[in-house]
């Protein structure tokens, strides 16, 4: 092993609790796909029945299933209300510190996210995609309030962060590219200098405006990509000394990368991406709330009037 890539493999055995700008990892994804999956293939196989119009599903033999009240229709939505009530403990989470124990606010933040978004399929099959009155209103708002929460996760990944959620100052993050822009220097048998000035022309400049900023972010997602792919190909042919580096440096190497340039992008725009932030929180809430009072006086309804299979 040459000294430069033995190098790269002690940096980053010696840093295992940095990395915050870019998360690894596809637990989450996995997750989000294998929820829409199963919840998308329950509503198909009730097609046949939700396409029928109000009248007729009475005549349905899946009815009894598949009616708000019945058997499949209200475990989905006895379910969903308890995932509802689950996600308001994220903002329980973020408020204390003495939760702690519980876990990191990134990860509960994933796990908000990622039970989030399977819950507007969950209380569509409750509702036996009928809309109505007040439960309309209550699932308007939760689509509303779901949409604005992809947007906020988009913006709470954009402010530079340790692993366990807090966010970094300016110095914080200035001495974390000066760490990444050594290591990568070392893998890559160039200097710092070089390295820097390379992976700066990639950062891109802060925008004015919370549009033009919000644009910017989507562009500095493509350009880091582009940016990552090409420098891999280019340092990967010929590493230090002319012998092209194995695979697992260049991995390694694209994480680097990967994680120097958006902390690059970041700290350009992190004034305008934390007003974003606290916008967005003002605009979510209200939608949250609101949904929170419809689905609950729904449940209180529901079970004062003796409309479920259990009471």
Known sequence: MSAPTATLDRSAEASPARRPAVRKGRGGTVAIVVILAALTAASLAGLSYYRLP????VRDPLHAWLKPSGLIGQSAGILGFLVF?????YPFRKKYKWLAWTGSVGKWLDVH?????GLPLLVAIHAAWKFEGLIGLGYASMLVVCASGIVGRYLYARIPRSRSGVELTRDEVAAERRALVTEIAAATG??????SRTLDEAAGTAEQGL????ARMLLNDLIRWRT???LLREWGQAGPGGT???PAKIRQLAELVNSEIALAQQARLLEATQAAFRLWHVAHRPFAVTALVAVTVHVIVVIAMGATWFW
């Open 211 to 214: 549009g033009r900023a919000f």
């Open 190 to 195: 160039q200097t710092p200098d070089q390295v």
């Open 113 to 117: 996210v990622v039970t989030a978004l």
């Open 228 to 230: 990552t792919r090409r």
């Open 244 to 246: 092209p580096l194995p």
């Open 54 to 57: 109000a009248a007729a599903r």
């Open 85 to 89: 009530l689950f996600l308001w403990l």
